[in-house]
């Protein structure tokens, strides 16, 4: 490799040396977004924004699968909307950013910029439900919201960011905990098999629940530096809401109830998962289901073949675009090898070289970015042999990163053990908790650890890592972002 492509990778950080580092220069150098005039906001660029939109297309299809309908609500919620509901106000009051002016002329009240739609949506709930017939409400909302945070980090924290919230009702408590839950399968479904990412699924604790909530479930990840993400959080609401805003509907037996409600999200911090999960010093590895493109073709053009490897390579793209996401990169300005490197930072699941060699034995050069393999494929088994590459590649990804988890994941006796995991080898670490408050905060005060979950059907019997108490159950601590 020569001098120029061996400084094109050096903008890149490694991740021993500064992961945070590593993980500015990655988004900036694949022209994922850049920073925003505003602070804590950014400006999502057209790749990043591609990735965005492979994933909602993804998770939309299984979101109408599961027989919810997308709809639209205002932006600005008023604040007496916002303050009907007294805890959900307290979670969320230092991150509400409002609007006080409009024109010229001051605002008779306040309207808070959606940091989340409960407000909103139980209000109009509210007018819509009045029978058991109109029940269940099945609503999911693309949209972005505001949040204003002290410290930010472009996808995983920011002023504003994307998402989609859904907010269903219905008639009894068991239909909304079995919404909760399906919905909560439909983002591992999502996360695992189009994303590549594995996860723990799981049960907050009161203290990590969202606020306002029956009970909040969760599926969590695992980043390359140890750190725990959450990728999605889904919420049984009960009666809470339903009752602050008159959410009331007559059943069968002609009584006058409550209904049961859920919401659900997950938002543009999915990217910084993906880049975290998968990236390493090279760039992006995106997995091929959410990859902007597929398959690149770099021609390799001597200049006296140049017109011939240009008509083969377009004749190859136009076959090949019918099936795949492929970029046919034919600049002249760049070289192969600058291509090659700009490329493989971007993450493009496949490389595919075609030169005047090539031509000649009607071949092509098929380079795995994952792996860095390189296959010498006959043209008349291409297409069949990339419908295989990128199968291998979507499964290899998840299973390497499924081995990081699982070797990543310690079980911890008492406080030394489990401090001495966190601060030696981070990761997911399983220990026993009695469930109280005071024990939870004592080891995140302690270790700067939080239990991201509570696992389904967790193992019981051992003594709390915390104040000893017997027969806890088991839960996962991790420090996250």
Same mark, same amino acid.
């Given at each position: 490799?020569?001098?120029?492509?061996?400084?094109?990778?050096?903008?890149?950080?490694?991740?021993?040396?500064?992961?945070?580092?590593?993980?500015?220069?990655?988004?900036?150098?694949?022209?994922?977004?850049?920073?925003?005039?505003?602070?804590?906001?950014?400006?999502?660029?057209?790749?990043?924004?591609?990735?965005?939109?492979?994933?909602?297309?993804?998770?939309?299809?299984?979101?109408?699968?599961?027989?919810?309908?997308?709809?639209?609500?205002?932006?600005?919620?008023?604040?007496?909307?916002?303050?009907?509901?007294?805890?959900?106000?307290? !979670?969320?009051?230092?991150?509400? @950013?409002?609007?006080?002016?409009?024109?010229?002329?001051?605002?008779?009240?306040? %309207?808070? #910029?959606?940091?989340?739609?409960?407000?909103?949506?139980?209000?109009?709930?509210?007018?819509?439900?009045?029978?058991? &017939?109109? %029940?269940?409400?099945?609503?999911?909302?693309?949209?972005?919201?505001?949040?204003?945070?002290?410290?930010? &980090?472009?996808?995983?924290?920011?002023?504003?960011?994307?998402?989609?919230?859904?907010?269903?009702?219905?008639?009894?408590?068991?239909?909304?905990?079995?919404?909760?839950? =399906?919905?909560?399968?439909?983002?591992?479904?999502?996360?695992?098999?189009?994303?590549?990412?594995?996860?723990?699924?799981? %049960?907050?604790?009161?203290?990590?629940?969202?606020?306002? +909530?029956?009970?909040?479930?969760?599926?969590? +990840?695992?980043?390359?530096?140890?750190?725990?993400?959450?990728? !999605?959080?889904?919420?049984?609401?009960?009666?809470?809401?339903?009752?602050?805003?008159?959410?009331?509907? %007559?059943?069968?037996?002609?009584? &006058?109830?409550?209904?049961?409600?859920?919401?659900? !999200?997950?938002?543009?911090?999915?990217?910084?998962?993906?880049?975290?999960?998968?990236?390493?010093?090279?760039?992006?590895?995106?997995?091929?289901?959410? @990859?902007?493109?597929?398959?690149?073709?770099?021609? #390799?053009?001597? /200049?006296? =073949?140049?017109?011939?490897?240009?008509?083969?390579?377009?004749?190859?793209?136009?076959?090949?675009?019918?099936?795949?996401?492929?970029?046919?990169?034919? &600049?002249?300005?760049?070289?192969?090898?600058?291509?090659?490197?700009?490329?493989?930072?971007?993450?493009?699941?496949?490389?595919?070289?075609?030169?005047?060699?090539? #031509?000649?034995?009607?071949?092509?050069?098929?380079?795995?970015?994952?792996?860095?393999?390189?296959?010498?494929?006959?043209?008349? /088994?291409?297409?069949?042999?990339?419908?295989?590459?990128? +199968?291998? #590649?979507?499964?290899?990804?998840?299973?390497?990163?499924?081995?990081?988890?699982?070797?990543?994941?310690?079980?911890? =006796?008492?406080?030394?053990?489990?401090?001495?995991?966190?601060?030696?080898? =981070?990761?997911?670490?399983?220990?026993?908790?009695?469930?109280?408050?005071?024990?939870?905060?004592?080891?995140?005060?302690?270790?700067?650890?939080?239990?991201?979950?509570?696992?389904?059907?967790?193992?019981?019997?051992?003594?709390?890592?915390?104040?000893?108490?017997?027969?806890?159950?088991?839960?996962?601590? +991790?420090? @996250?972002?």
């Amino acid at each position: 490799m020569s001098n120029g492509n061996e400084n094109f990778v050096r903008e890149i950080t490694p991740q021993s040396q500064d992961y945070s580092q590593w993980y500015l220069d990655v988004i900036k150098k694949a022209e994922l977004v850049d920073y925003a005039p505003v602070k804590g906001c950014m400006v999502i660029r057209p790749y990043g924004y591609a990735i965005w939109e492979n994933m909602k297309l993804g998770l939309d299809r299984r979101i109408k699968e599961t027989g919810h309908e997308n709809a639209y609500f205002p932006l600005f919620i008023p604040e007496s909307l916002l303050q009907k509901e007294a805890d959900h106000v307290e !979670g969320f009051a230092p991150e509400v @950013a409002w609007v006080t002016k409009g024109g010229q002329e001051e605002l008779s009240e306040k %309207l808070a #910029i959606r940091p989340t739609s409960e407000a909103m949506i139980g209000e109009m709930y509210s007018k819509w439900i009045q029978s058991w &017939r109109d %029940l269940p409400v099945l609503i999911n909302q693309w949209a972005n919201v505001v949040r204003w945070e002290k410290s930010t &980090r472009p996808f995983l924290r920011t002023s504003e960011f994307l998402w989609q919230e859904g907010h269903t009702a219905h008639r009894t408590e068991e239909g909304a905990e079995e919404e909760t839950l =399906k919905m909560l399968d439909v983002y591992r479904d999502f996360v695992e098999n189009d994303m590549a990412i594995p996860v723990l699924k799981g %049960l907050k604790t009161e203290k990590e629940k969202f606020a306002g +909530a029956l009970r909040t479930y969760c599926i969590e +990840a695992l980043m390359s530096d140890g750190r725990a993400l959450q990728a !999605g959080t889904s919420h049984n609401l009960g009666q809470h809401f339903a009752e602050v805003f008159d959410i009331t509907f %007559l059943d069968q037996d002609d009584e &006058r109830k409550y209904v049961w409600q859920t919401s659900w !999200g997950v938002s543009t911090r999915l990217l910084g998962a993906l880049i975290m999960v998968h990236g390493d010093d090279r760039g992006l590895q995106i997995p091929p289901k959410v @990859a902007p493109n597929q398959i690149v073709m770099v021609p #390799i053009m001597p /200049k006296n =073949k140049q017109e011939l490897v240009k008509e083969e390579s377009q004749k190859l793209y136009d076959e090949l675009k019918k099936d795949f996401r492929v970029k046919l990169d034919d &600049r002249e300005e760049q070289t192969p090898g600058w291509k090659f490197n700009e490329w493989e930072m971007r993450g493009v699941p496949i490389r595919l070289e075609i030169g005047p060699k090539d #031509i000649e034995k009607e071949q092509v050069v098929l380079v795995r970015r994952d792996n860095g393999e390189k296959i010498f494929v006959k043209r008349d /088994k291409l297409h069949d042999k990339l419908e295989e590459v990128l +199968a291998d #590649i979507q499964d290899s990804m998840y299973n390497r990163a499924k081995e990081y988890l699982e070797d990543n994941t310690r079980v911890a =006796k008492d406080m030394d053990e489990l401090s001495s995991i966190i601060e030696e080898h =981070k990761g997911m670490v399983k220990a026993h908790w009695c469930g109280s408050g005071n024990c939870e905060e004592h080891v995140k005060d302690e270790t700067k650890a939080t239990i991201r979950l509570i696992p389904f059907n967790p193992n019981t019997g051992e003594d709390c890592i915390s104040c000893g108490k017997g027969d806890s159950k088991e839960v996962v601590f +991790a420090r @996250a972002y």
